[in-house]
């Protein structure tokens, strides 16, 4: 197990986490690509939901494609059948015309049925090899519809020139049922279908963006924030309590509260009990007495951390501060935390940076090659290997 900790593995996340052991990894901490976003180039897809005995035949679509002489309509009628509800056919990312098995860059699946599909597929796999007592969190954003949703097949089809009905194949989000302008809902429905297949959401965490991007809408409001789910495996996980300063106006009323003693600065009777806790005088009538914590409060769910900008080429990199707090609850010093899509490394070099272990995973070399680059910059912890 030794060989597989402090490294980023380079190849895709659900096969090489197939070779590792089940229940090593303390924590995860995660941003995996969006849907219709981006392209991340050749060499990053693989073959999905495929038959293992099955000859795929991607190439006779591609020709017929180019030649013009594909049915799109027979097409659209087979991936229907297989239980793909559209398809982009592209020369790089189609369906096989005999199983139905897709071949595309998670991200880039024609439907977001398919996308969430094969993202927690990813995280059953993550799942086998968290430990019991572990946790995950998950950096995700949503998309919106990009217009000419249909399911299935459109009523007008038929009326539809051959150069026409190929354009309704271009991007996934334009194949969406979803209406136009509307946004897909991607992060629910990923937390909804992780639930479903057993894990317990814990939070939902708000991360808010002071600086995010400017937009140039004029019918809706500049979104300023992401979401971040944080799942436990069990019900009993490893939790180190996080704590916050304390706002002003609690502060000035704590301040009130001592003046009127009925404020006790320090430990209550059970220092598991912050906040109010009941106390009985002298002549036994119950009555409130309040207790604050020197640490502060408990951590809220809504955190305002700035993007930071990033030298080098990578599209979607998360500020090593969004890392910070998730690690230091959810990883005992010296644990591991997997990044199962480790992009330019950010979180397995947070973790390096706060004294855990960390295992990386990207299909792209490019980016591994940037990870390993970017954690060569601090020495390597190996005492306790």
């Known amino acids: 197990m030794e060989e597989l900790i402090n490294k980023i593995h380079q190849g895709h996340a659900i096969d090489v986490l197939k070779e590792f052991p089940d229940k090593f990894i303390n924590m995860v901490m995660t941003s995996p690509p969006y849907w219709a976003l981006r392209d991340y180039g050749e060499g990053t897809e693989r073959i999905w939901d495929a038959d293992e005995n099955c000859e795929h035949n991607f190439e006779i679509i591609e020709r ?148 995010c991007m400017p937009s140039s809408v004029k019918d809706r409001f500049t979104i300023d924030f992401e979401y971040i789910f944080f799942f436990s495996k069990k019900k009993k996980y490893y939790f180190e309590q996080q ?30 009990n912050w906040g109010t806790n009941l106390d009985a005088d002298k002549k036994g009538r119950s009555r409130n007495k309040f207790y604050s914590n020197p640490q502060g409060r408990n951590k809220r769910a809504t955190w305002t951390i700035n993007p930071q900008p990033f030298p080098d080429a990578h599209f979607a990199v998360f500020p090593p501060e969004l890392c910070e707090t998730p690690i230091k609850a959810g990883c005992p010093e010296k644990g591991i935390v997997l990044d199962p899509f480790a992009g330019s490394g950010t979180a397995c070099l947070v973790a390096k940076q706060m004294g855990r272990r960390y295992v990386g995973i990207d299909i792209n070399e490019k980016y591994v090659k940037m990870a390993k680059k970017r954690l060569a910059k601090n020495p390597v912890i190996t005492d306790w290997i």
């Open 64 to 211: 017929q494609l180019h030649s013009g002489t594909l049915d799109l309509t027979k097409t659209v009628h087979h991936a229907l059948k297989v239980g793909a509800l559209k398809t982009d056919w592209k020369t790089k990312d189609g369906f096989c015309n005999k199983c139905g098995a897709w071949k595309g860059q998670l991200g880039l699946e024609p439907t977001f049925d398919l996308y969430i599909k094969h993202l927690c597929d990813i995280f059953d796999e993550v799942k086998r090899v968290l430990r019991d007592d572990g946790t995950i969190w998950v950096n995700i954003g949503d998309t919106y519809s990009g217009g000419g949703g249909w399911n299935g097949i459109p009523d007008d089809w038929d009326s539809i020139s051959t150069k026409s009905k190929q354009k309704r194949f271009d991007n996934p989000s334009k194949k969406s049922i979803i209406p136009s302008k509307s946004l897909v809902m991607i992060p629910f429905r990923f937390a909804i279908e992780m639930v479903n297949r057993g894990w317990i959401l814990r939070n939902t965490i708000i991360w808010h963006k002071r600086n």
């Open 243 to 272: 704590f916050e300063s304390y706002s002003e106006e609690s502060i000035k009323d704590f301040l009130g509260r001592k003046k009127r003693g009925v404020l006790r600065w320090g430990t209550g009777k059970s220092s598991k």
